[in-house]
Each structure stands twice: as C-alpha cells, then as structure tokens.
C-alpha cells in the first residue's frame, strides 16, 4: 500500500497511506485550532462573569463534587476506550473498533444524560439561563461542549456504520482516526471546564 | 510489529492512569488541603495543562503525521485562547475594579 509518493517519516499506519489521508488529518488539526479559540472566547466570557450571581444561586450552593467527578470519569474513560479503538484499527481488527468505539459511545452518552439531568436540576432549583450573568455564561459554555458531544456521538456512529458496510479501507480508517481526534478534544475541553468552572467554583 | 502494538497499548495505559491521577489530584487540591485560594487556583491550572498535554501525546498522536505542522496550527490555536482569556481576565477584573 504505500507507494513511493509516501513521504519519509510517514508513520506506517492506514490512516496516513494516502496524500488526501494525510491532508484531511492536518486540516482537522487546523480546525481543532480554530475550536480552541471558540472555546476560549466562552471561557473568557464564562470567568468574567461568575461572580455576577444577581442574588441567584452560586457555584457553591450548585455544584455537586460526585456529579461532576462521574462526568469526568466518564469523559476521560471514553477517551481511553477511543484510543484503543484507533490502536484496533491499525490492527486491522474491525471487532475490536467496534467494542472499543461503542464502549466509548455508550459512555458519551451516559456522560449526556448525567450533564441533562444536571441541568434540569438547576432549572428546578430557580437556576435557569435568564437568572443570572454568571448562570447564562455557565449554560452557554457547558452547554456548547454538551452540543458538541451530541454531535460526536452522531458523527461517529455513522462512520461506524461506514465502517460495518465498507470494512478498514485507507478512507474509512482516516474517518475513525479523524472522529477519534475530535473525541479526545471534548476531552480536553472538559478537562478545562472541569477545573475553571466546578473545582474554581467550589474553591 | 507486535512488539510494537504491545508498546503502544501499555502507552495508552500509561495515558489513562496519568490522567487519572491529574483529575484526583486536582480535585484533592482544591477540595481538601489548607492552601490559599491563589494558590489552589494556579496549581489546578498546571494541572489541567499537563492534562491537556497527556490526551495530545498519549491519544491523540499529535507527534505523528504532519507533526511540525499540527504542533504549530494547535499552538497557535492555544496562544490566541491565553490571550483571550487571561487578557479578558486582566482587563474586567483586575484593572478594571474601579469601574464598579
């Protein structure tokens, strides 16, 4: 499979075999970028306004340490699982891409569910969008990271199912390797609300 | 090539438990230690970067590939955050207490 158009150092794995393989992955690292500085603008927003509580509740009275400890164990297990589905995927062993991913999916949306009733919580406890500075920055930031988590779990259960029909081809590898980037990212992402909106609050 | 894959596989595990072990020690840190608040808050931020730094050599290969490339577009990308954040950070709350 690899041609002599292959540059020197290229790593010898599916992913990387093609020009257009190799082109898309450092395009989506250029897009990862772009989602850090997305982000950032959140963060900023976010740290300004989180001593604004408007006599509504605080991050103190809110955050629940097992709550959010389960989230993040969650994210960060799925990320490990996702990294073995890639490390699967370069066996060239489809089953084992399937366990690993669907494992990884299954957590992402378990993650999911523990953020939705966490939010309805809040709603319930007069915690809502419109209550305060501080609660629109939390919902707009945490919330974005939810949304794309949603859409993770949608975009990598169609590549699965590329993946069931058309087996490990140099394109349906890419796909996995480009899917399981964006996957480990949120990862980062929370790691980063993890610390500057639950530990920051509770400090 | 097994010999290899036998590697990268203990590589994701060694991963997993670093981050593992970033996450408890943040959260001991900031939940049960006697330390001042500034002082919490910079020691959790390490934290969090060495986190960061597990996930983009442990999982997400940032070493392979266009790597040179990669490592300069996301940098980049994380320099334009600092700035955002700690600029804004700067400007509303420390330097511009007096204003409120």
């Known amino acids: ?203 | 090539m097994s010999e290899q894959q036998h590697a990268s596989a203990k590589h994701h595990i060694t991963g997993f438990v670093l981050s593992l072990l970033l996450t408890f020690a943040a959260l001991f840190l900031a939940l049960n230690t006697p330390l001042s608040v500034g002082l919490k808050l910079t020691v959790i931020i390490v934290l969090a970067v060495f986190q960061m730094l597990v996930q983009l050599v442990y999982f997400m290969h940032v070493t392979e590939g266009s790597k040179i490339y990669q490592i300069i577009s996301f940098s980049y990308g994380i320099f334009v955050a600092v700035c955002v954040v700690a600029g804004s950070i700067w400007l509303m709350l420390l330097n511009g207490m007096s204003m409120y």
């Open chain 1, 1 to 203: 499979m690899a041609s002599s158009s292959v540059p020197k150092g290229t790593p010898n794995f599916p992913e990387y075999q093609t020009e257009e393989g190799r082109l898309k992955i450092f395009g989506f690292w250029v897009f990862l970028a772009a989602e850090v500085v997305l982000f950032s603008t959140l963060f900023a927003t976010y740290l300004v306004l989180a001593d604004r509580t408007a006599g509504g509740p605080t991050g103190k009275e809110l955050f629940e340490v097992k709550d959010f400890m389960i989230e993040t164990m969650l994210l960060l297990t799925s990320s490990f699982t996702c990294g073995l589905a890639v490390l699967e995927m370069r066996k060239g062993n489809k089953k084992g891409v399937f366990i690993w991913m669907i494992a990884t999916l299954a957590m992402g949306l378990g993650f999911l569910g523990m953020e939705i009733s966490e939010f309805v919580a809040y709603v319930h406890e007069g915690a809502t969008l419109q209550t305060s500075a501080f609660l629109s920055g939390f919902f707009v930031l945490v919330g974005t990271h939810g949304a794309h988590v949603t859409l993770g779990v949608v975009w990598i259960s169609l590549v699965l199912t590329q993946v069931a029909k058309r087996g490990l081809t140099p394109m349906t590898c890419r796909k996995l390797f480009i899917g399981g980037l964006y996957w480990h990212f949120l990862d980062v992402v929370w790691i980063f609300i993890f610390t500057a909106v639950y530990l920051t609050g509770l400090i």
